[in-house]
């Protein structure tokens, strides 16, 4: 079965451009995760998907930030316009269920670097 | 407010020596803990996670990690470490509804033969 993955690995764009990012949960997993890691910070969250409703975007940066989960499937995060703050990597993960009992597999990561 | 501390940035063991890698939580009720490793090129992986009872947790690849409530602790350890433990670990703690990891920093693991 294949795990959680992300489209592309690694991105360099040029301040003020737009970059999407994709993340492919595993197959029946209805929570889908993104989180960012800016380079030497912690994990951060940035929101949650139950099939293609945001259930908590608290975690999203500010409006250039546009997540889409469209028929509950895959889902993309777009930057626009992408600054140089904006720069780490981007996880995503899913889980079958909510809550903590319920594990979340994580992708590895799309390197977003802004310059 | 959850948060998660790692004091160590990085750490350099032997091959064979012991390891100890260092969390600390700050979390109002019975925390839900976990720790996972990030291999190059890989994904977060799951090692282990304890959510109640017995406070010495076993987890994959021969790690455990030890939950002390009175040190707000939950520190990972491996007997003996081989070099494809070299990686970055990443301790958490998930919100209250579960739905939300929150990260400590990362520790980054060298291991030299």
């Known amino acids: 079965e294949a795990g959680v993955t992300q489209f592309p690995s690694h991105s360099v764009i040029e301040k003020g451009q737009t970059v999407t990012l994709r993340c492919d949960p595993i197959?029946?997993?209805?929570?889908l995760y993104w989180y960012r890691r800016v380079m030497g910070k912690e994990i951060k969250f940035l929101l949650h998907f139950v099939k293609e409703s945001k259930q908590d975007e608290s975690g999203m940066p500010n409006n250039r930030f546009l997540a889409e989960r469209t028929g509950g499937t895959y889902s993309t995060l777009k930057v626009q316009p992408a600054e140089l703050e904006d720069s780490g990597v981007y996880f995503c993960?899913?889980?079958?269920?909510?809550?903590?009992?319920?594990?979340?597999?994580f992708g590895q990561g799309t390197r977003l670097t802004v310059v | 407010a959850q948060s998660v501390t790692q004091p160590d940035i990085h750490i350099t063991v032997s091959e064979g020596a012991s390891l100890e890698l260092r969390c600390n939580y700050s979390?109002?009720?019975?925390?839900?803990l976990f720790w996972y490793v990030q291999s190059p090129g890989q994904g977060l992986q799951l090692l282990l996670k304890y959510f109640s009872g017995d406070t010495l947790v076993q987890g994959i690849k021969g790690f455990e990690a030890e939950f002390k409530r009175s040190q707000s602790s939950f520190n990972l350890r491996k007997p003996s470490v081989h070099w494809s433990d070299a990686a970055e670990y990443f301790c958490?703690?998930?919100?209250?509804?579960?739905?939300?990891?929150?990260f400590g920093t990362g520790t980054s693991l060298t291991v030299i033969p």
């Open positions: 979390y109002g009720a019975t925390p839900y």
């Open positions: 993960a899913s889980s079958q269920a909510q809550g903590a009992y319920t594990e979340a597999f």
């Open positions: 958490a703690v998930v919100s209250n509804t579960g739905n939300q990891f929150y």
């Open positions: 197959s029946g997993h209805d929570n």
